[in-house]
């Protein structure tokens, strides 16, 4: 059931497209929420637009004019968390060179977005749950204590109350977060949204690489439902990338999205050329994909530790610390 506004809708951003009930029903909700001073947590799936979410609850708030400061959780450094999130005085350790003021200070009159909050280690988790009961905190070094003026917006594509069952996510801290919360639609559950979603996304592809925007014909457009896209918004808006740049006539024909996307099936006899230089992009896209998420389960599993994420794997801890920092800002779009 759709949440009912008596108040005029503010705008949301262009990239919110879609009018499938379940996608309105999330609209609705951050509408409802954007002027809350309460924290957010909001899920779902990789690829469903939440941050989108969160910039669009900092845009409809009274805190639009202050900074929107997003974190990756799984990047925060387990030893200096307490530093990253609420600085530090100088000298407060051996590496203090100079003072921090900390991510909390940086967000003050705005957001503060904690993306991968599954991937924040216990000790940073015990450190939020402090500055979440009365949004007090105490630099590291100093004996004065400050009042934060942030709103904490979580966001996680996993089950939270699932890691609090299992003790791997603190339950206190869960209910803390999840005071307002809202679930960003997988694309699966949005059939509806897929032509005019893809559109926009060619729009968007013209826009960034040059040239026209292109139209899907209909044989291509057909093929779309017939794909679960559990990447969601992101992998579509790569695969019709990858369309843009290959497709060489002014529509993209169902044969140019069947060798960007084998999941949408392989080109039948007597259809387009092979090109060996499609099937090596497609195996870099791959493997890098398979990496990501790869990277990406193994810090959440080890709560955002890099050495016990290594350990869990069987891996050389050097070697996973470059695939994180090579992978944490998100899938690297192909070549």
Sequence with gaps: MLLSEPYPQPELPRDFVGSSPVFLEALALIRRFAPSRAPLLITGESGTGKELAA???????????????????????????????????????????????????DSEGGTLFLDEIEALSPRGQVSLLRFLQDASFRSLGEEQRRHGNARVVAASNVDLRELADRGVFRADLLFRLDVLSIRMPPLRERPDDLGPLAAHLLAKAAQREGGKPKRLAQAASDLLPSHPWPGNVRELEHVLLRAHLLSTGPRIEADDLRRCCAALGSAPDGGAPVDIGVLRREKQFAVREVERRFVERALAQANGNISEAARLCKMERATLSRLAKKYRAGAPLPA
């Design 55 to 105: 910039l669009a609850a900092h845009a409809l708030s009274e805190r639009r004019g202050g900074p929107f400061i997003p974190v990756n959780c799984g990047a925060l450094p387990d030893t200096l968390v307490e530093s990253e999130f609420f600085g530090h005085a100088k000298g407060a350790f051996t590496d203090a060179i100079r003072a921090r003021q900390g991510l909390v200070r």
